[in-house]
T-cell receptor, first 116, second 110 residues
Framework: DTAVSQTPKYLVTQMGNDKSIKCEQN?????MYWYKQDSKKFLKIMFS???????INETVPNRFSPKSPDKAHLNLHINSLELGDSAVYFC???????????????FGPGTRLTVT | GENVEQHPSTLSVQEGDSAVIKCTYS??????FPWYKQELGKRPQLIID?????GEKKDQRIAVTLNKTAKHFSLHITETQPEDSAVYFC?????????FGKGTKLSVKP
C-alpha cells in the first residue's frame, strides 16, 4: 500500500514540449509539495499547496504550475521544457497545513525528467 | 529567507565507528528540524526529527541534538553499519516548507 506515489517514474522528452507529472497520496494529508533535486543532489522546494493556499517559491519559472483536482492529488505541469529542467522531481505530503508550522513530510519515489 | 549549511559534504568511517553531521540555520524562527536519508535512486526517507522545544532526541543508534542559541543541530550515528551508507540531508522549517542542506554522503567501510 503506497503512501505517496508518482507517475511516471521516468520521463524523456524534447525541448519545447509540455509534460505533466502526477502525484497521489493516500495518507489523508492536508498539504502536498513539489521538490526538485538537481544533478548535484540539492533538494529545493518548488511549491506547497493545501486546499486554501498555494505557496510558490519565487525562483520557480512560471512555466511550472501545480494543479490539484482534489486533496489527494497534486500534479505538476511544465510548459516549454528546457534542458535545465532535467532533474528528479519529488512529491511529498504532510498532515499539518501550511502555517501550522510543524510537519512530517513523506516523499514519493520521484520522477526522473530528462529533456533532450 | 532560511538558509541551511551542512558539513561535511562527504564522510567516510569504518564500520562500528560513529558519524556526526552538522547543520546550521539562519532563521531563528525555524522550529522543526528533520533529517532524511536518501539511498541511491531512492526517495528521501525521514529518519529522525526534532522540534525547537527539545534539545536532544534519540532513536536506537541515531540521535539528533539542537542548540537554538547557536542555531545549529547535529545528527549522530553510533555503531555504523554498511547499510548506513547513503546521502543524509538536514532541513529546517518554520511554515511547512523544508529548506534542505546540500547533503552529506556517508560511506561506511566494512
Amino acid at each position: 500500500d503506497t503512501a505517496v506515489s508518482q507517475t511516471p517514474k521516468y520521463l524523456v522528452t524534447q525541448m519545447g514540449n509540455d509534460k505533466s507529472i502526477k502525484c497521489e497520496q493516500n495518507l489523508g494529508h492536508d498539504t502536498m509539495y513539489w521538490y526538485k533535486q538537481d544533478s548535484k543532489k540539492f533538494l529545493k522546494i518548488m511549491f506547497s499547496y493545501n486546499n486554501k493556499e498555494l505557496i510558490i517559491n519565487e525562483t520557480v519559472p512560471n512555466r511550472f504550475s501545480p494543479k490539484s483536482p482534489d486533496k489527494a492529488h497534486l500534479n505538476l505541469h511544465i510548459n516549454s521544457l528546457e534542458l535545465g529542467d532535467s532533474a528528479v522531481y519529488f512529491c511529498a505530503s504532510s498532515q499539518d497545513g501550511v502555517g501550522l508550522a510543524i510537519n512530517k513530510q513523506y516523499f514519493g519515489p520521484g520522477t526522473r525528467l530528462t529533456v533532450t | 529567507g532560511e538558509n541551511v549549511e551542512q558539513h561535511p559534504s562527504t564522510l567516510s568511517v569504518q564500520e562500528g565507528d560513529s558519524a556526526v553531521i552538522k547543520c546550521t540555520y539562519s532563521d531563528s524562527a525555524s522550529n522543526y528540524f528533520p533529517w532524511y536519508k536518501q539511498e541511491l535512486g531512492k526517495r528521501p526517507q525521514l529518519i529522525i526529527d526534532i522540534r525547537s522545544n527539545v534539545g536532544e532526541k534519540k532513536d536506537q543508534r541515531i540521535a539528533v541534538t539542537l542548540n537554538k542559541t547557536a542555531k545549529h543541530f547535529s545528527l549522530h550515528i553510533t555503531e555504523t553499519q554498511p547499510e548506513d551508507s547513503a546521502v543524509y540531508f538536514c532541513a529546517a522549517s518554520r511554515w511547512g516548507n523544508l529548506i534542505f542542506g546540500k547533503g552529506t554522503k556517508l560511506s561506511v567501510k566494512p
